[in-house]
């Protein structure tokens, strides 16, 4: 029973995760309820004893965001609740599952780097149909390949690897995390292609997170090579027009701001500094509440307007906790912070089980990882 649990559950997480094939179908809730289901047949609802009281303070969070949830019918709000299931997990069914998603989420993306490199790089025209974007927000479609999509969006779009995925960012976010997770042991060939899908994804969020990782947990002599090899690239790449758009240019500070904080809009910015003195921003606005003020973004700020600043806060510290609990040496609890906070400042997706897993993972699995050689 145990066993066919756990697949049912990696089936939720890849229904989460939204790749191509399930666009359209609102897979996402159907992989949420599914996360929810199994995991409580798989734990019992039994809360490891050191991770207890970080469960309560998360059960008050997702209670306070079911409650106060904007427009939601009570189906919505035990679906704003099913997210919160997750915590029950024990360790070592994380570890399981950690190694089950990163299995599928390796050899699926395998495939898709070769598909990506014979159309992209080598120009051979493979066989396509046009599918219409996840978000209906966007206003372009994509080719799908066989396990690859590419935006049809511009020239330096087609440069951004995807994967099944809607954007880059995803892959970009979910092997930076992975590679954290197994400490960059380059002895694996599975780390090897989560690093190539990672830099060709052009994601910023990955490149920073490698950099953090390198900056605070590699050996002084990976740092130094590391240093010298950014330097050297730095000098070889910076006039390549596609380094320059999708990454250099993107660190740039200029007025006060980095333009590679694209995670809100101007409009939104400034409702924000207006909301900053108003009460609703301690009990905040209700669940909902951000994605109209701001469609379409996606920053750790939404929380904020959702559900205030005060629940945002015994959010962050109930992870902090948990973490503190499961890794108490300070460089692993430095580095699992790293990922939590970048997670949670670019992708808020707290009620996503995707991420949410990948938050828990980075928790549970990270001292069971090869030590960085």
């Not at 666009?23 to 995991?39: F, H, M, N, P, R």
């Not at 106060?68 to 919160?84: D, E, V």
């Not at 396509?128 to 049809?152: M, Q």
């Not at 400490?183 to 997170?209: A, C, T």
Request: proline share 2%; hydrophobic share 50%; aromatic share 24%.
């Amino acid at each position: 029973m145990r066993k066919y649990a756990q697949y049912i559950f990696l089936f939720g997480i890849i229904l989460s995760s939204e790749l191509y094939f399930f666009w359209g179908l609102e897979a996402s809730k159907y992989g949420q309820l599914i996360c929810g289901l199994s995991v409580l047949i798989l734990s019992g609802m039994k809360v490891e004893k050191k991770n207890f009281i970080s469960c309560i303070l998360f059960l008050i969070f997702y209670l306070y965001a079911s409650l106060f949830a904007l427009n939601i019918n009570w189906l919505g709000r035990l679906f704003t609740l099913l997210p919160f299931c997750i915590f029950f997990l024990k360790k070592k069914d994380v570890r399981i599952f950690y190694t089950l998603y990163q299995n599928f989420f390796v050899y699926t993306i395998t495939i898709s780097l070769g598909i990506y490199f014979f159309v992209v790089w080598m120009g051979y025209d493979l066989p396509y149909s046009v599918i219409e974007p996840l978000n209906k927000l966007k206003t372009y479609n994509y080719f799908a390949y066989p396990f690859c999509v590419i935006p049809d969006e511009s020239y330096f779009s087609h440069f951004r690897f995807c994967g099944c995925y809607d954007e880059p960012g995803v892959v970009g976010t979910i092997a930076g995390i992975m590679l954290v997770i197994n400490r960059w042991n380059m002895r694996n060939w599975k780390n090897i292609v989560l690093l190539i899908s990672g830099i060709f994804s052009f994601s910023l969020y990955f490149y920073m997170l490698q950099f953090l990782y390198f900056l605070f947990y590699a050996r002084l002599r990976y740092k130094i090579v590391a240093f010298f090899l950014l330097i050297g690239l730095f000098f070889y790449l910076q006039n390549d027009e596609l380094v320059n758009k999708f990454l250099l240019a993107r660190l740039d500070f200029s007025g006060g701001d980095f333009s590679g904080d694209n995670r809100t809009t101007a409009s939104f910015d400034s409702w924000y500094r207006n909301f900053l003195f108003t009460g609703d921003f301690w009990i905040g606005c209700g669940k909902g509440m951000a994605n109209i003020v701001d469609s379409g973004g996606a920053s750790y700020k939404h929380l904020i307007v959702d559900y205030g600043f005060i629940m945002f806060a015994i959010y962050m510290f109930s992870f902090l906790y948990l973490i503190w609990r499961n890794h108490s040496v300070l460089k692993k609890f430095l580095i699992i912070s790293i990922v939590l906070f970048s997670l949670i400042y670019q992708r808020p997706f707290i009620f996503n089980y995707l991420y949410l897993f990948l938050l828990i993972s980075s928790v549970s699995c990270f001292e069971n990882s090869l030590q960085h050689r």
